[in-house]
């Protein structure tokens, strides 16, 4: 492993920067159109919510096993390169598996593989900027670059030559991303305490089980957004364009918010920020079940900088502060596993269920419903900038 001085040379920061656009542009060529590849070879919307399910529950499970294999055995770059290449080879037979039958070992596999992606890349760059650790909002800005971009080719592309392209175009940038992550510089933290100890003191300390809960309550309504709002739009007859230009605008508000979460950081704080993210959410939610016609996703899709960017910016931030020295990896897998493992793999089951029982329209008021308990949670619950056992949860994310 090579070790990073304190003051770092500005390329150093180029490769964090490819790796993030091309992992989100992968993501955006994939992600939103696996609902219509699973309907096109005829699967109902309860079983599109059951194999949906599948990947946030693997996360919910993986990505915290897969970051504390990475504390305690500090090989942060064998295990991303090790990961990234399983996540090309399940890519490949997801897009070979043509029933139910066959999807689900693809999707276990697809979700296994990509769990500890971005948890060790978020680790590894906050290890990389160093006491500069507020401008992480300006290396993942990169992957709004990334997602947008192809959001903007992929619907086009996918509409004229037919959703095989999806798969296509995800393995082109994985294998790109591949060439990145050996070039990532990762270095190794000493640990404080012993790894089960530290461990202990991350999962008992109350602030973070109430950031948990609540990222919880809101990752529900990420994954009825995620896994069913491009079916809602198909039923209001949108064609796939529309689709990708909804992804394109709602990346677009991605990037102001990362690029500037530095001062937004300063200025409001962690908690603060989390809040109008919940806000923006509860709204967001409100919005897709009023709408009666699929041009409004455009303006609703404005909310995402808020509703995904701010609160992933706080997140991240909060889960760095948190962590017990050397258990950084640690604790994004379990920020990772939360919002988007148990309240994906939850909110897939649900929608689908809901989607099938009362409507989408519906589904998304009770989004609305569940983000804003948890909005009042949260409010009453938490105390921004109290101390804890483990270091004050907004601590680093000001600049001095």
Not at 226 to 233: A, E, G, R, S, T
Request: aromatic share 12%.
């Amino acid at each position: 492993m090579i070790h990073i001085q304190s003051k770092r040379k500005p390329q150093s920061l180029v490769v964090p920067k490819l790796f993030y656009f091309c992992y989100f542009a992968g993501m955006a060529a994939l992600m939103p159109f696996l609902a219509l590849y699973y309907q096109q070879i005829g699967l109902s919307a309860r079983q599109i919510g059951l194999l949906s399910s599948i990947s946030p529950l693997v996360l919910l499970l993986a990505a915290p096993l897969w970051g504390a294999l990475a504390d305690a055995t500090q090989q942060y770059r064998r295990i991303l390169l090790f990961a990234i290449s399983g996540l090309l080879l399940a890519v490949f037979a997801l897009s070979q598996a043509h029933s139910l039958l066959w999807l689900l070992p693809a999707i276990v596999a697809y979700a296994f593989f990509n769990a500890p992606i971005m948890p060790l890349v978020d680790h590894s760059v906050l290890t990389l900027l160093g006491e500069r650790k507020q401008e992480y909002g300006r290396q993942r800005v990169w992957g709004a670059f990334g997602w947008g971009g192809m959001a903007a080719l992929a619907g086009p592309i996918i509409e004229r030559w037919g959703l095989a392209w999806a798969f296509y175009l995800c393995l082109a940038l994985m294998g790109a991303n591949l060439l990145a992550g050996a070039r990532l510089i990762v270095s190794p933290m000493q640990l404080s305490t012993p790894f089960r100890r530290g461990a202990q003191q991350l999962l008992t300390n109350w602030p973070w089980l109430v950031f948990l809960i609540t990222l919880f309550l809101n990752g529900l309504g990420m994954s009825f957004t995620n896994n069913f709002l491009f079916l809602y739009m198909n039923q209001l007859q949108a064609g796939e364009s529309l689709m990708g230009l909804s992804l394109v605008i709602a990346t677009l508000s991605e990037i102001p918010v990362f690029f500037f979460a530095e001062h937004l950081l300063a200025r409001w704080g962690a908690r603060t920020l989390l809040i109008a993210a919940l806000l923006a959410q509860t709204v967001r939610m409100f919005a897709y079940a009023a709408m009666p016609v699929p041009w409004l996703v455009l303006p609703i899709s404005l909310l995402h900088g808020l509703t995904f960017s701010a609160m992933w910016v706080a997140a991240v931030a909060y889960a760095n502060a948190s962590a017990p020295p050397g258990l950084g990896a640690t604790a994004q897998g379990l920020l990772s596993s939360v919002s988007m493992g148990l309240a994906g793999m939850i909110g897939a089951l649900v929608g689908g269920f809901l989607y099938d029982a009362v409507g989408p329209a519906a589904m998304f008021g009770w989004a609305g419903i569940g983000v804003l308990a948890g909005l009042i949670f949260f409010s009453l619950t938490n105390v921004g900038g109290r101390a804890t056992q483990l270091g004050k949860p907004d601590a680093g994310l000001h600049r001095d």
